[in-house]
């Protein structure tokens, strides 16, 4: 058997070696997130796959051994669960596997048997199936049913993570050592997918049209690199607590004196003051329960923790520029004895509190 090296070839050939790779690394690397990293290296390791499938075609091992056809590689219904399991995983400490969970992967298993009884079966019976059952019908439904299900699995996966950015919001006063970046590129890199995918779909049922270049296989090298990039060096998110999925009750009411209670600590006592204040934190100085503190903030004083405590920030900050001798400081120290941790953040959240930046209001001041 002759394979014909081409710069196709061998990327495709560095694809799947470095997929496989950093997939078992995932698996057996354990830290904070060790069950999202196992959810991201089973991806790492289905998309690997299912690149082999395309480099036995540029290959010319097909053309060569058409008995090849059917090897048990694709898992291709395991890609959309496999991202809303680790993204759910990576974001909320708090979730946990359970026996239900297996119903997401029931057409993966369904999957998998079929090619593993195609490929014991012998070449006339995959001839057979080829041409009078896989062409017509299975195809579609695998090539089509997998892009339904990473489209669905990926609005599964955006709706936690706007759960996340918000539960962030209302645990944390600094943001900007949470990173998401890793996250926000990789739900880019698959809604292209998705968007590809439809539209390989569209021309491959309704108008016969096979492209040279699968563009859906090149995205999906293009996200293994990415995964097996990512995953390694994405360090583990801030834990949060994810909020409850029942409808908001904007119209709860909280008593009085909680309110009361949790303003003088935050506003008398100047807790706003210390750098890197979350809702845990604050709570326990309250002693009281973070969900009670929450729900103070949130619907007693109708502001997020975060908008909250840096209001309070950029209102000190404001104050002391009017008396502070800036012979001696800076604004961005007078900012930082304030609470905040950078000079960026700063300038940012001034300027989204007051419509102006740091150095406006001086001047104004000034004047």
Avoid at 111 to 130: C, E, M, V
Wanted: with cysteine.
């Amino acid at each position: 058997m002759q394979i014909t090296l081409t710069p196709v070839v061998l990327l495709y050939t560095v694809l799947i070696v470095m997929g496989m790779f950093a997939g078992v690394v995932l698996f057996t690397r354990r830290k904070d997130d060790a069950r999202a990293r196992l959810y991201l290296g089973g991806l790492l390791v289905c998309v690997s796959l299912w690149l082999v499938d395309a480099l036995l075609r540029v290959s010319g091992v097909y053309r060569q051994n058409p008995n090849l056809y059917f090897l048990p590689i694709y898992y291709s219904f395991a890609f959309g669960p496999l991202v809303y399991f680790y993204v759910r995983s990576l974001v909320d400490r708090q979730f946990r596997w359970r026996w239900g969970h297996v119903i997401h992967f029931v057409p993966v298993v369904v999957q998998g048997a079929l090619y593993i009884f195609l490929s014991l079966q012998s070449y006339d019976y995959k001839l057979f199936y080829w041409m009078e059952v896989h062409q017509p019908y299975t195809y579609r439904i695998e090539f089509d049913g997998t892009f339904l299900s990473l489209a669905i699995y990926l609005v599964f996966s955006l709706w936690v993570l706007s759960r996340y950015r918000r539960a962030i919001r209302e645990q944390f006063s600094e943001l900007s050592r949470i990173r998401l970046t890793w996250l926000v590129i990789l739900m880019v890199l698959i809604l292209l997918l998705c968007i590809l995918w439809f539209i390989e779909a569209i021309a491959r049922d309704f108008y016969d049209s096979f492209y040279q270049v699968n563009y859906t296989t090149a995205i999906l090298g293009l996200l293994t690199l990415v995964l097996a990039y990512g995953g390694l060096s994405q360090d583990a998110l801030t834990t949060v607590e994810l909020p409850p999925t029942d409808p908001p009750t904007n119209n709860k009411v909280i008593p009085t004196d909680l309110i009361d209670k949790v303003r003088h600590h935050m506003e008398s006592e100047s807790a706003y003051l210390q750098a890197g204040l979350s809702l845990k934190t604050f709570a326990e100085n309250c002693h009281l329960p973070v969900r009670s503190v929450s729900e103070v903030i949130n619907h007693g004083i109708g502001k997020t923790f975060h908008d909250y405590v840096n209001e309070l920030r950029v209102i000190e900050v404001q104050n002391r520029l009017k008396t502070v001798d800036l012979s001696m400081y800076t604004i961005t120290g007078v900012a930082l004895e304030c609470g905040f941790n950078s000079k960026a953040t700063f300038n940012r959240l001034f300027k989204e509190h007051t419509g102006i930046t740091p150095t406006s209001f001086l001047n104004q001041q000034r004047k």
